[in-house]
């Protein structure tokens, strides 16, 4: 049981970590244009200490925002959920593909065995064997070939 939660755990972390960065983003993105709206002209002289504030307290303006119903809040945090989901759906699909039963090797790319290689490489029939022969010589190749072979004979 514990296993399965530590492995939970370390499987969920990256994507939370994202979801919190994201949401943390979205409210200081919100309460920029919160600031925006309210200060006009003024902006600059304002924004360092409201970007202090949203970053200081992000719990607190993110449930005001989101009590207030602020579309920007909204809009943003719907996003940030929704590339999370893809981002993990899209990563365990990946990490699917990758797996290969029984090895520990990427993709599907095995180490085989002496006997698996030959079977699958280099087993060829008598048949085959004459035939691929008799394709790749000419009878030039041949002539000589019986020539070198009556003369060694005959030197015997």
Do not use: C
Not at 38 to 55: I, N, R, S, W
Not at 59 to 77: A, D, M, R
Not at 92 to 119: F, I, M, Q, R
């Amino acid at each position: 049981m514990k296993d399965k939660l530590l492995n939970s755990v370390k499987v969920s972390w990256p994507y939370l970590l994202t979801l919190i960065i994201g949401l943390y983003l979205a409210e200081i993105l919100a309460g920029s244009v919160m600031a925006l709206s309210h200060y006009k002209l003024t902006f600059a002289d304002h924004m360092p200490t409201v970007l202090k504030q949203l970053a200081l307290h992000p719990w607190h303006y993110y449930n005001l925002y989101l009590g207030q119903k602020n579309p920007v809040l909204i809009i943003v945090s719907v996003a940030v959920i929704l590339y999370t989901i893809y981002f993990a759906l899209k990563r365990n699909s990946k990490h699917k593909a990758w797996e290969t039963a029984d090895t520990e090797t990427h993709g599907s790319a095995t180490w085989g065995d002496l006997k698996e290689l030959s079977d699958h490489y280099f087993s060829i029939n008598a048949k085959d064997l004459t035939t691929a022969f008799n394709r790749s010589t000419t009878t030039e190749i041949l002539e000589a070939l019986t020539k070198q072979e009556t003369q060694s004979k005959t030197d015997k």
